[in-house]
């Protein structure tokens, strides 16, 4: 049974598979600081870049 689960070697998927997601969020710093007008330019970057995460695109 423990072939199937190798416990040992390099690991091939990402470090921190979440680190897309707080990238994306990330985006929303600041968004205090912006007047009302340039929010929804911001929003839309920010979706974008968690649908792309999410597919699998980024």
Same mark, same amino acid.
């Given at each position: 049974?423990?072939?199937?689960? !190798?416990?040992?070697? /390099?690991?091939s998927g990402p @470090?921190?598979?979440? &680190? ?7 985006? =929303?710093?600041?968004? !205090?600081?912006?007047? /009302?007008?340039?929010?929804? @330019?911001?929003?839309? &970057?920010?979706?974008d870049a968690l649908r792309a995460? =999410?597919?699998?695109?980024?």
């Amino acid at each position: 049974m423990d072939e199937f689960y !190798d416990t040992e070697g /390099p690991s091939s998927g990402p @470090a921190d598979p979440d &680190a897309g997601v707080r990238d994306a969020l990330d985006a =929303l710093d600041g968004l !205090d600081d912006l007047p /009302p007008a340039d929010h929804v @330019a911001r929003f839309e &970057a920010v979706h974008d870049a968690l649908r792309a995460h =999410l597919s699998g695109d980024a």
